[in-house]
């Protein structure tokens, strides 16, 4: 019963800080903005994630709700880092990513999910997350802080946990690339470093190490779920790992936020 209380608890907190950022109009400090930009990264894979997974048929109801959400999730926190770019070259950057966003925002609402369409999104989603991820680089790089830098790489971690049942749910659906498996092991070995880097840095305070184990314990069901693909029944397990790609996400945002919060230094 405790474990199953903290589980609503973290979800309620991480409800909160979502619902929090879809309220604040403005980004007031460059970690905040690092939080957000690389939320952009994350959500070019978990839009794509949700697509593929109404395309099969899985966790139909709550896979539409993700895509809905994180469209205009992304949509707001796109008009928020415009606004705040510090530097012309940053500012640039989000000009560019409006662009490629629009392109992919149509192929994810402009028809009923279907496979050339899911081809489609799988390749946008792609040059997406280069150009978020660009953004969220040159932020850290602004900033020039440790913290910056815990930011950008706990706030990578969200995005693998997305991109690896991205990759996952489109070889289920039969419009992977070939690129698309061996991306898929790629991050699941970057996702596994970059735990180990964060799980060793010296800033860590109690509440991140307290986060950082919940993750780690959500990282072995969704590990368990990405080895059995391919193993046993298609929709329950592309089930799971949507079930525990969400799990490990909510643990991964409440962990960013805490080292959003750390001083600069």
């Given at each position: 019963m405790k474990v199953s209380i903290g589980r609503v608890v973290r979800a309620m907190l991480v409800g909160c800080l979502l619902a929090a950022g879809l309220a604040q109009a403005q980004i007031t400090d460059i970690n905040a903005a690092i939080n957000k930009a690389g939320r952009e990264r994350m959500l070019s894979q978990r839009m794509a994630k949700a697509y593929f997974q109404l395309g099969l048929g899985v966790d139909v109801d709550r896979s539409k709700k993700v895509l809905d959400g994180s469209i205009a999730f992304f949509d707001r926190q796109l008009v928020e880092l415009k606004n705040f770019a510090p530097?012309?070259?940053?500012?640039?950057?989000?000009?560019?990513l409006e662009t490629a966003w629009l392109a992919y925002k149509d192929s994810l609402v402009g028809a009923p999910p279907n496979p050339d369409g899911g081809k489609k999104v799988l390749a946008l989603s792609e040059q997406v997350l280069?150009?978020?991820?660009?953004?969220?680089?040159?932020?850290?790089?602004h900033a020039g802080t440790n913290a910056g830098r815990l930011v950008n790489i706990s706030g990578r971690q969200r995005m693998l946990s997305q991109r690896m049942a991205k990759f996952y749910q489109a070889l289920a659906w039969g419009v992977a690339d070939a690129n698309s498996a061996p991306e898929l092991d790629k991050a699941r070995k970057e996702f596994s470093a970059g735990h180990k880097e964060l799980a060793a840095a010296a800033a860590n305070t109690p509440q991140i190490k307290e986060g950082l184990d919940l993750v780690n314990q959500q990282w072995f069901f969704f590990e368990?779920?990405?080895?059995?693909r391919g193993s046993g029944d298609k929709k329950q397990l592309s089930t799971a790992v949507a079930t525990t790609s969400e799990r490990i996400l909510e643990e991964m945002e409440v962990v960013v936020g805490l080292y959003e919060r750390l001083p600069p230094r």
């Open positions: 530097t012309p070259e940053i500012k640039e950057t989000y000009q560019k280069a150009l978020a991820h660009q953004g969220t680089a040159q932020l850290e790089k368990n779920s990405l080895n059995q």
